[in-house]
């Protein structure tokens, strides 16, 4: 950058004054156009930048597009569109959230109902998958795979005379022993330096077509797959994507899954804290659990200002599709 700067100064050097004061005035008018753009954010419509502001609605400055004629305001397609409360609430709300808080706790602080604490939360998490879906992890390197298991669980819905089952109390067991129906896999895959996945597709042990559902597309080639020897995983070797070697016992040894183990562990720390979590809602968990394992500090805040600032990426969902969308129903 240094070089091309005292190139354009050699040359400027050179220009009469005439031609200076060109490029001055050409400057200048630069300046204006980005200062006059500093407070309109670009078009989440379509991209561009040939904004005027268009009155205000609700109290909020609205802003209108050249290009495309769509008007909008800051909060629009973002996590905060169509919501009474400040950023400030929505990022220590994130905080919260990714914190492990509990909705009981988030709605005592913030002073507002139970519902709402679900509701964004909920809003969160379905953006928490718009995100991952527009930013796939890719596993590379060693990477380690295994599920680990949660019970089936039906919190918050109501039971009648025709459910299948009776409710369980905080607790309870399954009725029978060993890996059953009963039991929800989450399916995960980690690299030791890398990134997570953690996915819901099916009840009991994955099968072939399940781990390929989920890992393909999402390992690069060359990549050391360390299993627990289940059978199922060598779908990843017959696809071509990766090398499966089964894992030893040996925790010591560089084939371990001391790295899957320990993700496993911090998802049923939060299970536990939440008391279980509703079944058709686990995918929505299982993008939170892939981001949040092993992050740094940072990531609240960078996830608040990626999920809140106006963009042509929606982040944004109604409350119906809270109760409606992405629901895992296995």
Known sequence: MDNKINKLLSFIKGLSNADIDRILEYVIEILKVNNQQADRPGCPHCGSTHIIKNGHKDGKQRFLCHDCGQSYMRTTNTLMDQSHYTPSVWSEFIKDTLRGASLDYCSEKFGFSHQTAFNMRHKFLLALQDFLKQNPVTLSGVSEFDETFVLESNKGTKFTADSTRKPRRHGARAASRGISSEWIA???????????????????????????????????????????????????????????????????????????????????????????????????????????????????????????????????YSVDDVKQLNLTLI
């Open 186 to 316: 989450i399916c995960t895959g980690i690299q030791r330096d890398g990134g997570a996945i953690a996915c819901t597709v099916n009840r009991a042990k994955p099968s072939k077509e399940e781990l390929a559902a989920i890992f393909a597309g999402s390992i690069q080639p060359g990549t050391l797959a360390l299993t627990d020897g289940l059978r199922s995983y060598n779908v990843l070797k017959e696809l071509g994507i990766c090398t499966v070697v089964e894992a030893s016992k040996e925790e010591d040894g560089f084939y371990n899954l001391n790295t899957v183990n320990s993700m496993h562990s911090y998802i049923k720390d939060i299970y536990d804290h939440y008391r279980g979590v509703a079944t058709k809602y686990i995918n929505r968990y299982n993008a939170m659990f892939s981001l949040v394992f092993r992050s740094t500090q940072e990531l609240s805040m960078n996830l608040f200002s990626t999920l809140c600032n106006t963009s042509p990426c929606r982040y944004w």
